[in-house]
């Protein structure tokens, strides 16, 4: 699965790690993320990533 | 205020506002300080300017070095207009051979001053530039705290241009660290954090590992707001200890009352947090800025909600602050709630919800009382403060 970066702050979401403090599980592509998931660190929305 | 020489050949020519109380909902109380600094070598560096309505003051300052116009590179560490307000007058009068910044800062400068004609030269992290004797290494941080913001580190002088991190708003005719009370510093200095970084923590702690990764030698950090650190250990600690959210045996009760009952629920919550031993503020929202509150949100371990119901919701006063409060994402806290209510009664329900979102760890379902409280219910809040005193010292003890 490919991790994506938010091209405001340069947060990496790995899809291996998830993310904890949205109750995304590990193992949840990026495609598989909600569409009002937004970035942990600076709020930006997921249309703000881009594939690493 | 005088032109100071921080390191050899590299000159503080900032403003001193004196007068700014209000940066932008921010309480600026000792007003502030728009830190430029100027490098004179075989390329003139000029560091960041200063807000729009001082730069006469930073072209006074520059003019009683150099003339302007000898300025060959201008480095904009950070976007934001108290430190790039001037930047398109000063672009005009001192026709720059290259405006340096980071990819993210020239987006941004072109959004801010629609400019796509000047000389942008955008550095990579890490990327040094030679200015002749002296060379500038810069460090990209974003959200540290905008996109585009980085730092420039100038090591044959041990000298770290720290943008807004390590700043405070601390207008005084001093410039360094050993000249002022360091108690109304670090103060200051808190403050700035707690309503500025608080949110950015976990990259403050990645900034400060990747910096002593790097092995880089610091014997001073100039920030664009306030005081120049000659004593950089003790900032860097500071930040250490502020970006882990670790508390201290320190609890708040944030109030807001209309007819006295929700303070009187606060005193007497307040009376069982103390008999715990744990210090406990008592702050009620009609005397206490937002900002100086998250100031002590800081290092505080539990945080105790107080207000009535109005209209079936919050008081505004508090609804204004949870939303501030939540923006800065503060972790790690115990959490309680209480307030009066006429006749629906909502109110700590919404404050519970509030806290539930920040993760706090709420330890009480929290008490209402009708209209006005007994003293039966007043001694039910000193015992939900006994219970919040018990749990800061046992969250202490077990972190």
């Known amino acids: ?52 | 205020m005088q032109v100071t020489e921080i390191k050899k050949d590299i000159y503080w020519v900032g403003a001193v506002d004196w007068n700014i109380r209000d940066f932008h909902g921010y309480s600026t109380y000792k007003g502030t300080t728009y830190n430029a600094f100027l490098m004179l070598d075989e390329k003139n560096v000029l560091f960041d300017t200063v807000k729009h309505n001082y730069k006469s003051d930073l072209l006074h300052r520059i003019r009683t070095l150099i003339d302007p116009e000898k300025i060959d590179y201008i480095v904009v560490n950070h976007v934001e207009m108290d430190h790039s307000g001037s930047l398109p007058e000063i672009v005009e009068i001192v026709k720059p051979e290259k405006i340096i910044c980071s990819k993210m800062g020239k987006k941004n400068l072109i959004d801010h001053f629609h400019r796509e004609d000047w000389p942008y030269h955008v550095v990579e992290p890490g990327e040094t530039i030679s200015t002749g004797k002296n060379s500038i290494t810069f460090i990209e941080t974003r959200m540290l705290h905008w996109p585009d913001s980085m730092f420039s580190y100038i090591p044959e002088e041990k000298l770290l241009i720290s943008s807004d991190a390590f700043g405070q708003h601390f207008a005084t005719s001093e410039r360094f660290d050993d000249e002022v009370n360091e108690t109304d510093l670090m103060y200051q200095a808190a403050k700035y954090y707690a309503n500025i970084l608080t949110l950015y923590s976990p990259l403050v702690r990645k900034l400060l590992k990747q910096v002593e990764e790097l092995g880089i030698d610091i014997d001073m950090i100039a920030p664009d707001h306030g005081i120049i650190w000659k004593n950089p250990g003790k900032i860097l600690q500071a930040y250490s200890d502020w970006s882990h959210h670790k508390g201290s045996n320190k609890a708040l009760v944030i109030y807001d009352t209309m007819w006295h009952s929700t303070e009187m629920m606060a005193n007497a919550v307040a009376d069982g947090i103390q008999a715990e031993g744990v210090s406990v503020k008592l702050l009620n929202l009609q005397h206490n800025h937002r900002s100086e509150i998250m100031a002590e949100v800081l290092d505080a371990k539990a945080i105790v909600l107080g207000c009535p119901t109005l209209n079936n919701g919050l008081l505004p006063r508090m609804a204004g602050f949870l939303m501030y409060m939540r923006g800065l994402r503060p972790t790690n806290k115990v959490g309680a709630a209480f307030g009066s209510f006429g006749w629906s009664g909502e109110s700590v329900k919404l404050l519970n919800k509030a806290m539930e979102e920040m993760k706090f760890d709420i330890i009480d379902e929290g008490i209402k009382v009708k209209y006005v409280p007994k003293h039966d219910t007043l001694k039910e809040c000193v015992e939900l403060g006994k219970r919040v005193g018990k749990a800061v010292k046992k969250a202490l003890a077990e972190q």
């Open chain 1, 1 to 52: 699965m490919d991790k994506y970066r938010c091209s405001i702050c340069g947060y990496i979401y790995d899809p291996e790690a998830g993310d904890s403090s949205s109750g995304i599980p590990a193992g949840t592509s990026f495609d598989d993320l909600p569409d009002d998931w937004k970035c942990p660190i600076c709020g930006a929305d997921k249309d703000q990533f881009e594939k690493e």
